[in-house]
């Protein structure tokens, strides 16, 4: 185990660093471990920061092997840099002690609707160049998934609690529990003197199993659970349905919170999970047990119905999956958690922007809807993704939007 120091010591600078090239925002980590290892820490602190403002939650929730540590070349004889380790530190005492600058306003007003990963991050863009914005939250704090859908034990609370002081004290106007599309209307927005509209609303909306016994008193979605686990009782035995980031989620906090035994169901197999691998390291070291070829086919007042799945390597080199419905076993469950994906809500549809067939805002490359003004990113445009795809994409519409706003 190596110490911060130690960690970016062992980085070897590469001139075409291929850590850097996999990062969705294309974080200059050659350069953040020059100025940490030289005493700028301030300096690394501002670098990451105006490349990536949620830097800080990036460097503790991202997809590291699938991105930077992944592709690190120390990675292909032996252990790769932890960059995110580094990241982590750098971001969080930067976000603790630095002053917010003297920023001149430019006396534009602007609307953010949501306050996830990409209302957060275009926020922040907004409040540096001079923006004067109103951030709408239909909860009554920040963070949205980051808050609501992410355990505070792999995301700590006090870190969005520091974005949410260093956001006012920039000038941030923050309405909670005002939800667009019920309380207030896009159109409601601009008589206001509203030059522009930011929708980043997310996908809150679970998905249904559509199984008999789905309305049983025993029976949860994910993204509720989450929300506020203290209000559920479980019992002894907790089945989740799904095998993604979200029923991860579930299961280490069921463990936490109920002292519950946990069974994650999954149709698929191991290796076809799309939950980050080291998260199922760690739920599998909490005690999660994993059922992998098992599809639900009802839900029963104290376990789950399933059916064996079969995999099949077809000819043409593809894989496939059978239900075997001449093995039927039950899983025992005083609680069901449904976690197979959310979708957007009904909020967007009341709010009057065009949707496409899946609910989503209907954007073009560069996030802009088809009203004028309006703009979006985050889940409600590309359904769930990871946060620094969230925020890469945010970077995007920001500078259509000072585009936009420059020829009125």
């Known amino acids: 185990m190596y110490s911060i120091k130690q960690e970016a010591t062992r980085c070897l600078k590469c001139k075409k660093p291929q850590c850097s090239a996999h990062c969705p925002v294309s974080t200059d980590i050659p350069r953040v471990m020059e100025l940490f290892l030289n005493g ?4 690394a602190g501002e670098l990451l920061f105006l490349n990536n403002p949620l830097s800080a939650v990036t460097s503790v929730i991202c997809p590291h092997e699938k991105n930077c540590t992944g592709h690190c070349v120390l990675g292909k004889k032996g252990e790769p840099i932890h960059f995110y380790n580094v990241e982590s530190y750098i971001s969080r005492f930067y976000m603790e002690t630095t002053d917010v600058p003297e920023i ?48 505070p034990f792999r995301l700590p609370r006090e870190i969005l609690d520091t974005y949410k002081d260093v956001m006012l004290r920039m000038g941030l106007h923050f309405r909670p529990n005002t939800r667009i ?49 203290e209000a559920f009782k479980l019992g002894n035995r907790v089945a989740i349905v799904g095998a993604g980031n979200v029923a991860i989620d579930a299961a280490r906090t069921a ?24 998260e199922i390291e ?11 070829y098992a599809q639900a086919v009802r839900i029963l007042e104290n376990a789950v119905r399933c059916v064996r799945v079969k995999r099949i390597e077809n000819e043409d080199g593809s894989v496939s999956f059978e239900e075997d419905y001449t093995e039927i076993f039950d899983v025992p469950a005083d609680s069901v958690i449904i976690a197979i994906g959310q979708g957007p809500g009904a909020d967007m549809r009341a709010a009057g922007v065009k949707l496409t067939q899946r609910g989503l ?43 936009y706003l420059g020829r009125r």
Request: charged share 20%; hydrophobic share 40%.
């Open 40 to 43: 700028g820490i301030r300096e």
């Open 104 to 151: 001149e306003k430019n006396g534009i007003k602007i609307a953010v609707a949501g306050s996830g990963p990409a209302g957060i991050t275009m926020s922040i863009l907004l409040l540096l160049n001079g923006y004067d914005v109103t951030m709408f939250e239909a909860q009554d704090n920040i963070g949205g998934v980051l808050r609501y859908g992410i355990p």
């Open 181 to 229: 599309g019920s309380n207030i209307m896009i159109d409601d927005l601009f008589p206001d003197g509203y030059k522009a509209v930011f929708v980043s609303t997310g996908t809150g909306r679970p998905n249904k199993l559509g199984l008999l016994g789905e309305t049983l008193g025993h029976v949860h979605f994910a993204v509720d659970y989450l929300k506020s686990p």
């Open 255 to 278: 463990i936490r919170r109920n002292h519950s035994h946990v069974t994650i169901l999954h149709f698929m197999g191991e290796n076809d999970m799309t939950a980050n691998q080291d």
């Open 282 to 292: 760690m739920a599998e070291i909490d005690g999660v047990e994993f059922v992998h």
């Open 361 to 403: 805002l209907e954007v073009n490359e560069w996030g802009e809807t088809d009203t004028p003004g309006v703009f979006a990113a985050g889940d409600i445009v590309s359904g769930p993704r990871t946060v620094v795809e969230a925020v890469a994409f945010t970077k995007k519409v920001f500078q259509r939007m000072e585009e």
